[in-house]
């Protein structure tokens, strides 16, 4: 099953049935947005730039490799750049290294990321976890906002665990083993739980919420 319109709106109301804090999130924000990005090569890139930086940082980055490509993001194009373009747009010599590889396996025909719409959770999470630089967080935003999985968690995001602080007023923010134990109660809609965990983080700082605001993601 997909998170799409449908299923985001019953799941948000089979997961307010179960979490008190979560019917209260219901009740004040509404539903969640639709977030989601189209998968493939870019997206991935993109997701590499927003590893442990502010996503404004990281999206400003990734616009001005879309401008010094002409417009699209692709393997043969980001190859061709040099050291010093590269780190004018905005990476690191390493985040460099990683979209390298990566480009590198795209055009050697060893990864296309078409083919993790057809595996099972655990197996995207294996082959994308397989690609030097992609972590975690990575995998799991990439089944969360590109295809769309409904039990997906991005462990490691401080704006889930900063948000699991605000609402269930824990005082301090919640360390990622303990987010994560905590989230398990919301399987097997833990991608919804943290779009509603999201939203609000956003709402309480003004932020727009179509825009995905958060910040410092991991790895």
């Not at 049935?17 to 493939?40: D, I, K, M, S, Y």
């Not at 992609?134 to 089944?143: F, Q, R, S």
């Not at 905590?182 to 727009?208: E, F, I, K, T």
């Amino acid at each position: 099953m997909l998170v799409d319109a449908s299923s985001l709106s019953n799941a948000v109301r089979y997961l307010a049935e179960r979490e008190p804090v979560l019917h209260a999130l219901h009740a004040e924000n509404g539903l969640p947005p639709l977030w989601h990005r189209e998968g493939g090569f870019a997206t991935i890139v993109a997701l590499i730039l927003e590893q442990q930086v502010s996503l404004a940082s990281a999206r400003a980055a990734n616009r001005r490799l879309v401008d010094v490509l002409g417009g699209e993001v692709d393997a043969a194009g980001l190859l061709e750049l040099s050291d010093q373009d590269l780190r004018a747009v905005g990476f690191s010599r390493q985040k460099a290294d990683y979209c390298r590889d990566l480009a590198t396996e795209v055009l050697a025909g060893r990864f296309d990321a078409s083919h993790l719409e057809s595996l099972d959770d655990g197996a995207a999470r294996s082959r994308l976890q397989g690609l030097r630089g992609v972590g975690p967080w990575t995998a799991e935003c990439y089944l969360l906002f590109c295809l769309r999985r409904p039990d997906a968690w991005p462990t490691g995001d401080r704006a889930l665990y900063v948000s699991m602080r605000d609402v269930f007023d824990l005082g301090e923010v919640p360390s990622p083993m303990d987010g994560d134990d905590r989230a398990l109660r919301w399987s097997p809609w833990r991608s919804v739980a943290a779009r509603m965990l999201w939203h609000d983080y956003l709402r309480r700082r003004g932020l727009d919420p179509h825009g995905l605001g958060t910040s410092d993601g991991g790895g």
